[in-house]
């Protein structure tokens, strides 16, 4: 973990790693619910300044009210900023969603496009979200280097870089291919429920003996585990080695 790590090093810590993220994070998934990746494509596309919850909050009556890209391409904008009003900006999303559906309509026989080449070609969706759908509606790997993904990897000293699309890169040669899209949860689970923006609970985090910035968060294992957050606060305090809050 020195700076003078080597490459293979690296990799290899890194692979560590993703192993106990493994076993921390059995639970990991897409939190956007969809069913289809038209779905999944709005669904991201309302994720933007909102939570998953949120948005989930408001998809079911949306893909009730609108099944197809021609369905979007042609709705009623009032009505559509309506259905989309709890998730914030909902101007702004209505008219993202209309000129998804035209978009796809236009240029993709109304699919949802399989590659990232296509799909960062549509409005609203960035790199990131490609990633999602890519390896959440499609099967094929991506990695989704959203905040909690940069805070992360950047504690691990996976990677210097600061722009997502390097640090994409970065971490694309440290991991197999196959296991991008489950690490992309893996690393947004341990980072809302254990690695926090501002008290990370190192104390009873799994991947402490691993980690570079171990002792960035309280490091006593009691206060730590108090830092846990989720469902599973319990099974992560017991993989650390810890007693539960
Ligand atoms: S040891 Fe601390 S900084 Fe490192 S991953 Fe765990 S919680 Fe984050």
Not at 13 to 31: G, S
Not at 145 to 164: C, I, N, S
Request: glycine share 6%; aromatic share 6%; charged share 25%.
């Amino acid at each position: 973990m020195s700076t003078t790590e080597t490459d293979l090093a690296r990799k290899r810590r890194a692979r560590r790693i993703a192993k106990l993220l493994e076993e921390a994070h059995p639970d990991a998934h897409c939190e956007l619910d969809h069913t289809n990746p038209l779905e999944l494509a709005v669904a991201t596309i309302l994720s933007a300044q909102s939570t998953d919850k949120g948005v989930n909050e408001a998809t079911p009556k949306l893909f009730a009210r609108y099944r197809t890209a021609a369905d979007y391409a042609s709705a009623d904008r009032a009505e559509l900023e309506g259905l989309v009003k709890t998730t914030g900006f909902f101007r702004n999303k209505a008219d993202a969603l209309i000129k998804l559906g035209q978009a796809l309509v236009d240029r993709f026989d109304g699919e949802v496009p399989r590659t990232l080449d296509e799909l960062v070609t549509l409005p609203w969706i960035g790199r990131k979200t490609a990633n999602v759908i890519l390896g959440n509606a499609f099967d094929v790997p991506g990695l989704t280097v959203d905040t909690h993904f940069q805070r992360l990897v950047g504690r691990w000293a996976w990677t210097t870089e600061k722009d997502p699309v390097k640090i994409e890169f970065a971490v694309a040669k440290l991991i197999e291919k196959r296991d991008w899209t489950m690490l992309s949860h893996r690393i947004i689970f341990h980072g809302r429920r254990v690695c926090h923006a501002r008290k990370p609970a190192c104390g009873a985090c799994t991947l402490a003996k691993l980690c570079p910035s171990y002792g960035t968060g309280p490091t006593d294992p009691v206060a730590a585990a108090k830092l846990l957050k989720g469902p599973r606060v319990a099974e992560l305090a017991a993989l650390a080695g810890v007693p539960a809050p």
